[in-house]
């Protein structure tokens, strides 16, 4: 069975992305519809392994906010015209080029036109249906005329869906309340674990962490808040993400391993997934299951 996630413990593990969302149709009144084909256009390039901008973004001034956005705009549009670039050199991206450290232009994008737009209508579902919902409640409210309330379960519509070539995005609305996911609907939500090597006794006593995107924690951070709680000596190891790249990606996961299973067991108290607070910081933990490829 899948493990369930609470809508708010997705909402922190994407803060950075929804308060740029919010940003982009609240304060600079940008269309929700295009704003989300963004965010998606920025997730995806991050899951082909290209580093995340958005964790920049949150402090940066709305001038440089929305030369990016601008140049993700025309990506979109570029990938509507099916037509190649007049030239090879051909840019539009250079802006976000310079932030990335990464070639990236609109040829990159009609040499993986395909692959672009089945990422992007993944990301569209997985992962922006789900955390910018209450943004978009909030702001329709603002802006609708009438006193149409938007009822619990309703499917929210966003004048843009169904797009012509990204097809429609399906949000549902379930109220401010706190409800559960399952994480087979959060493809990239939450980071798995890789395969390895460690016995089956040692998978017993580790805990799988998840931290929040953008807000990196330390191994020696993760020490502390753990010998805090129990004996200093019950944590045995501590296995950061390995290969993180880019100037400013970090490690999303770590295995923690305790001296016992006891003591994994006590942390989650009967819960699949339970939530930790470290200096203003989210992370997760849960029982660790190693992935197999049989």
């Known amino acids: ?19 740029i969302f919010s940003r982009l149709v609240t304060i ?21 392994g290209y580093p995340n901008i958005i964790s920049k973004m949150i402090s940066w001034p709305r001038f440089f906010l929305e030369i990016l956005f601008n140049e ?22 250079n802006f976000t080029s310079q932030v990335m450290e990464r070639d990236i232009s609109l040829q990159l994008f009609h040499e993986k036109r395909l692959d672009a737009i089945d990422g992007i209508k993944k990301v569209l579902n997985s992962v922006c249906a789900k955390i910018f919902t209450d943004i978009l409640v909030n702001h329709l409210k603002v802006m609708l005329i009438s006193e149409a309330e938007i009822r619990f379960n309703q499917q929210i519509q966003v004048i843009g869906f169904p797009h012509k070539l990204f097809g429609n995005i ?17 493809p990239w939500s939450f980071p798995v674990p890789e395969n390895d090597t460690f016995s089956d006794e040692e998978n017993d006593r580790t805990l799988f962490l998840t931290f929040s995107r953008g807000f990196p924690v330390k191994e020696t951070e993760v020490r502390e ?25 970090h490690a999303l996961f770590a295995r923690l391993v305790f001296r016992s299973a006891t003591t994994v067991d006590g942390i989650l108290n009967g819960r699949i997934i339970t939530r930790f607070h470290f200096r203003g910081r989210h992370f997760w933990g849960r029982k660790y299951v190693r992935s197999r490829s049989d």
Request: glycine letters at 4%; hydrophobic letters at 40%; aromatic letters at 10%.
């Open 170 to 186: 399906e949000i549902v609305w379930k109220g401010f309340t706190d409800y559960a996911i399952s994480a087979e609907e959060l």
């Open 28 to 48: 600079f009144m940008r269309d929700p519809a295009e704003s989300i084909l963004v965010i998606a256009l920025w997730l995806w390039l991050e899951q082909k």
């Open 225 to 249: 808040v753990f010998s805090g709680l129990f004996r200093r000596d019950s944590v045995v190891d501590v296995h950061i993400q390995e290969n993180v790249s880019g100037n400013n990606a």
């Open 72 to 93: 993700a705009v025309s990506a979109l549009n570029f990938l509507e015209t099916n037509q190649p670039p007049s030239s090879p050199e051909e840019g539009g991206m």
């Open 1 to 19: 069975m899948a493990p369930m996630i609470s809508s708010n413990d997705l909402n922190s593990y994407y803060k950075i992305d929804r308060d």
